[in-house]
Nanobody
Framework: QVELVESGGGLVQTGGSLRLSCAAS????????MTWHRQGPGKEREEREL??????????NYMDSVKGRFTLSRDNAKNTMYLQMDNLKPEDTAVYYC??????????????WGQGTQVTVSS
């Protein structure tokens, strides 16, 4: 019912910037909170970190290590979320996953994950 397409990952040097996008498509009533998680090298799925979250009204929250460097936004008309990542550090290297909470037309609550996009920061 909800499909997520992530884009924007890549290789960048320390101090560089990347912008990740997560576009939701399919048939659903509304998108609620949208989040980015990351899974570092050698880490298991259960060790994914919650990087940032944005509510349907635009309220954001960030993990401490990215505050002041990452900016999360969303375009509700396009069902798309953006993560602007500046002043990147090697410890930001990870696979970044989009995770979206949505409501189906039948009233069910959906929790959907994207396929992940690799971000690599070289020192």
């Amino acid at each position: 019912q909800v499909e997520l397409v992530e884009s924007g990952g890549g290789l960048v040097q320390t101090g560089g910037s990347l912008r990740l996008s997560c576009a939701a498509s399919g048939s659903f009533k509304k998108l609620n909170a949208m989040t980015w998680h990351r899974q570092g090298p050698g880490k298991e799925r259960e060790e994914r970190e919650l990087v940032a979250v944005i509510t349907s009204s635009g309220t954001t929250n960030y993990m401490d290590s990215v505050k002041g460097r990452f900016t999360l936004s969303r375009d509700n008309a396009k069902n798309t979320m953006y993560l602007q990542m500046d002043n990147l550090k090697p410890e930001d290297t990870a696979v970044y996953y989009c995770n979206v909470f949505a409501e189906s037309w039948g009233g069910s609550q959906l929790n959907v994950w994207g396929q992940g996009t690799q971000v690599t920061v070289s020192s």
